[in-house]
Each structure stands twice: as structure tokens, then as C-alpha cells.
């Protein structure tokens, strides 16, 4: 599975859009971009996933580059809530059933 | 919404001891996930279980592990025999089978079983 990158750490105002970029250049044409998140030290929960299209559901938007090298989480009202690790995946449909969990990035969403 | 349930929420036990973790997966789900996190550190993937055997596992998942699908709801991981380095929470996660854009093709975790090896 392609490696990705992402900033360790991120700061957001509540209210504000929280824009979470994720590298993944090394990203092949079968791989899809899933994001998750972890709140403190509960389960990953997933948000959102996409091909090479722009993707939005309930939850967030996920923005892919036309080369498909990078994305971007946009969760566009932060919440205290939303204060949590955010975790860009990258894995193909068919080689693999597992997911790779990387660090992450912390966002730390304030008043 | 339908959830991963896992029990139980907190287990405190003696190196050597047998430990049986549990969990009930989303009822229509058919591919079935154990993964870990040591405090502080990554999310790890052990095993993934689908038509009652084992489909992939890691270099963690060795003899000490097994996991089971005892019934139609219930599905369980043993650690037959505890070290100190086997604390960790441990998260259950199971999925439907469906393409990618049908939303059935990802993965709902529990809330986790904390595991205390003393």
C-alpha cells in the first residue's frame, strides 16, 4: 500500500473549516483515499473515502488532486467534537483487506 | 446506527493467563478485523477473518493468538498465554461485502477492549 504523509499536528477554531492535507504521491490507479478518525482512545471511526473524484457526505468532503499525489480532509464547521487523530489511508480494493494506520494528525479544535 | 459491540470494556489479568476477547459485529457484516493499539502508539492490524478462516494476519499474530466465530453473532480472539507487551486496547471491526461506492465496503470498530497484563 502506498505511504502517506501527513502534518503531525493542526489547530482550528470551532466554526471554522478544518482543511487536513494528506500526501500520498506514491499512490497507485487501484488505491482509494479512506480517512478515519480516532477520538481520544476510542475506535477508529471512518469518515469518508474516494477514488479520484470529489467525495462529500454528512460528515466531511474530501478534495483529490487531479494526479491524485495529494488530498484534502474538510470537515467545514469544526466542533470541539471533531477535536480528534485524522488518519489519510491509502489501500487498494484487491491486494489487501487491511488497513494501515499511520500517525495520523492530531487536530485540536478551540473555543 | 448499527455498532460493533465489544466486551469486555476493560480486562485486568496475570501473565500466562488465557484471555478470550469478544465481540459482536454489525449483523449482516461478513468480514470480521482485530487490530491493536499500545498506549501512545499506532492502530495495528492482527487478523482479518472471513467464511469462518483466517484471510490475512501480521507478524503479531502468532501461535499465542486465535480468533473464532463460536456462532452466528459472536467473534472472539484468544490469547492463550499473556506476556506484559500484549497490553494494549484491542478493536474488533467488521464490514458488509459491496463495491466501493456503496458505502458497504468499510470498516465500523467497537469501541475497544482494554487488556491490562500484570
Known amino acids: 500500500d502506498a505511504k502517506t504523509t501527513q502534518p503531525t499536528s493542526m489547530d482550528c477554531a470551532e466554526g471554522r473549516a478544518a482543511n487536513l492535507p494528506c500526501n500520498h504521491s506514491?499512490?497507485?490507479?487501484?488505491?482509494?483515499v479512506y480517512w478515519y478518525r480516532q477520538i481520544h482512545s476510542q475506535g477508529p471511526q471512518y469518515i469518508i473515502h474516494?477514488?479520484?473524484n470529489n467525495e462529500t457526505n454528512e460528515m466531511a468532503s474530501l478534495i483529490i488532486t487531479e494526479d491524485r499525489k495529494s488530498s484534502t480532509l474538510i470537515l467545514p464547521h469544526a466542533t470541539l467534537r471533531d477535536t480528534a487523530v485524522y488518519y489519510c489511508i491509502v489501500r487498494g480494493l484487491y491486494n489487501t483487506d487491511k488497513l494501515i494506520f499511520g500517525t495520523g494528525t492530531r487536530l485540536q479544535v478551540f473555543p | 446506527e448499527p455498532e460493533v459491540t465489544q466486551t469486555p470494556s476493560h480486562q485486568v489479568t496475570q501473565m500466562g493467563q488465557e484471555v478470550i476477547l469478544r465481540c459482536v459485529p454489525i449483523?449482516?457484516?461478513?468480514?470480521f478485523y482485530w487490530y491493536r493499539q499500545i498506549l501512545g502508539q499506532k492502530v495495528e492490524f492482527l487478523v482479518s477473518?472471513?467464511?469462518?478462516?483466517?484471510?490475512?494476519k501480521s507478524e503479531i499474530f502468532d501461535d499465542q493468538f486465535s480468533v473464532e466465530r463460536p456462532d452466528g453473532s459472536n467473534f472472539t480472539l484468544k490469547i492463550r498465554s499473556t506476556k506484559l507487551e500484549d497490553s494494549a486496547m484491542y478493536f474488533c471491526a467488521s464490514r458488509g461485502q459491496g463495491q466501493a461506492y456503496s458505502g458497504a465496503n468499510v470498516l465500523t470498530f467497537g469501541a475497544g477492549s482494554r487488556l491490562t497484563v500484570l
Open positions: 474516494g477514488l479520484k
Open positions: 506514491t499512490i497507485s490507479g487501484n488505491e482509494y
Open positions: 449483523s449482516n457484516h461478513l468480514y
Open positions: 477473518f472471513y467464511n469462518n478462516e483466517i484471510s490475512e
